[in-house]
């Protein structure tokens, strides 16, 4: 059984560019939820979406959007990127929209110059 | 506001010496309490789900518990291996989606 992958393992991009970053989901799960983890911090949910549609959103401003494809593999973007979005950006995958337990990818290590 | 918080921020442990770790928490309508284990610059790593007071999950020398207001996660005679930040996160909320989650809890073994 593979697990949650994420690529690339880390980024380095300036102030407002933008970027994609990507996640594959552990095989079975069909939902997945993006969350930001700045440093010293707990994760912070982004959005989740189940079934290529959006199924939550936490406190984030629109330039963070995100896409589901059929395998249910998915993407973040974030446009105009700003210093404070350098985080480690966390994908976690779960067998459905309401199931409790959500498995982690590895991250991506996002630095805004 | 839904909210976890996490006690201590940091805890140093000889090797044997067992303790437990905090997790409080305010929230309408708990659907779910989970732990994990966070190795740095690692993702987080899956230990315990729990769903009503008074159940209790065990693995290895972990054991976690929980009440209506909190939730322990006690370390039994810990080991070096088991140093990593441990976090506590909710599911609230009739269709809840999202985890809340503490800061966590850096724990630290030496032998």
């Known amino acids: 059984e593979t697990g949650v992958t994420q690529s690339p393992t880390h980024l380095i991009k300036t102030r407002g560019q933008q970027v994609t970053l990507r996640c594959s989901s552990q095989s079975g799960h069909n939902t997945v939820s993006w969350y930001q983890q700045a440093l010293g911090q707990g994760p912070q949910f982004i959005f989740q979406y189940y079934r290529e549609e959006e199924n939550g959103r936490g406190n984030f401003p629109p330039r963070f959007s995100g896409l589901q494809f059929p395998n249910y593999s998915s993407e973040l973007n974030v446009n105009a990127l700003e210093l404070d979005d350098s985080a480690l950006y966390l994908c976690a995958s779960s067998p459905g929209r309401y199931s409790g337990a959500q498995y982690f990818g590895p991250g991506t290590r996002l630095t805004v110059l | 506001e839904d909210q976890v918080t996490q006690s201590p921020e940091a805890l140093r442990l000889q090797e044997g010496e067992s303790s437990s770790l905090n997790c409080s928490y305010t929230?309408?309508?708990?659907?779910?309490l989970f732990w994990y284990r966070q190795d740095p610059g690692k993702g987080p790593e899956f230990l315990f789900t729990?769903?009503?007071a008074g159940e209790e999950k065990e693995k290895e020398r972990l054991k976690a518990t929980l009440t209506k207001k909190e939730s322990f996660l006690h370390i039994t005679a810990p080991k070096p291996e088991d140093s990593a930040t441990y976090l506590c996160a909710v599911q609230v909320g009739q269709a809840g989606t999202a985890l809340i989650f503490g800061k966590g809890t850096t724990l630290s073994v030496s032998s």
């Open positions: 929230v309408s309508g708990l659907r779910g």
């Open positions: 729990l769903y009503s």
